[in-house]
């Protein structure tokens, strides 16, 4: 006879709810940032999928200038700047939904990206996206994966279609954009985490990108967004 393991139980998901150096949901600036995107709703789920769009379209990303240092991946330093890639954009939904009172973890792929800029392709050696991170949020007795990465105005210029999320079914990368064109390819998981797992991401790096890592991950001078319009 199969036995089934029991659903999670809420009152055993405290590491999901509580702050963390990376998920900082005590930051001020978290707070503010998570109590604006969900007003005076009341509805779980309904908060939910309003952090996930304010995430997604607040904050813009930009690969092109990723500050691999702990206070870089920080949640709350992705406010500050105004952008991130998407270890910090799965951070900072994170850290939003535990401002929020909603269980919370940070989960990692790594994916084939058939749609990168040229010049990201060149930065990085390799199409192989390791450590690609979304969310996992604890929502109507289940987890349900969020992807905040790519804001809207990228997505129309990449020729995207942007990822929607109800709260209720996973919102992972299509395999094809709007042409019928190969986009994200899952080819392995990393696993899910309470907090990012940054000492391996960084030697994973190091290992995977060597001249980016050398670089400081930055393109002087460039505009991701404007670089998506060209492909």
Not at 142 to 150: C, G, S
Request: proline share 6%.
């Amino acid at each position: 006879m199969t036995i089934l393991a029991a659903p999670p139980d809420r009152n055993n998901l405290d590491p999901n709810l509580a702050p963390t150096y990376f998920i900082d949901s005590d930051n001020a600036l978290v707070k503010e940032f998570a109590e604006s995107a969900v007003a005076n709703t009341t509805d779980e789920v309904a908060r939910a999928v309003q952090l996930y769009y304010a995430v997604r379209d607040s904050i813009r990303y930009d690969p092109y200038d990723i500050n691999c240092t702990p206070q870089g991946f920080k949640a709350s330093t992705c406010i500050e700047r105004g952008r991130g890639f998407c270890i910090t954009k799965a951070a900072l939904l994170a850290a939003c939904a535990r401002a929020e009172n909603i269980p919370s973890r940070v989960g990692f792929g790594d994916v084939k990206n058939h749609l990168a800029t040229p010049r990201l392709i060149e930065l990085m050696g390799t199409d192989e996206f390791v450590f690609h991170g979304y969310t996992e949020l604890f929502l109507g007795g289940i987890w349900v994966k969020a992807t905040p990465a790519f804001n809207l105005t990228l997505c129309e210029r990449f020729g995207v279609l942007p990822l929607e999320f109800d709260g209720r079914r996973d919102s992972l990368f299509h395999p094809f954009d709007a042409a019928g064109r190969r986009h994200m390819e899952y080819i392995r998981q990393r696993g899910s985490f309470d907090d990012v797992p940054f000492d391996e991401i960084v030697s994973v790096f190091k290992k995977s990108y060597p001249e980016a890592m050398e670089r400081g991950f930055k393109v002087s001078g460039a505009d991701f967004e404007a670089d998506a319009g060209n492909t």
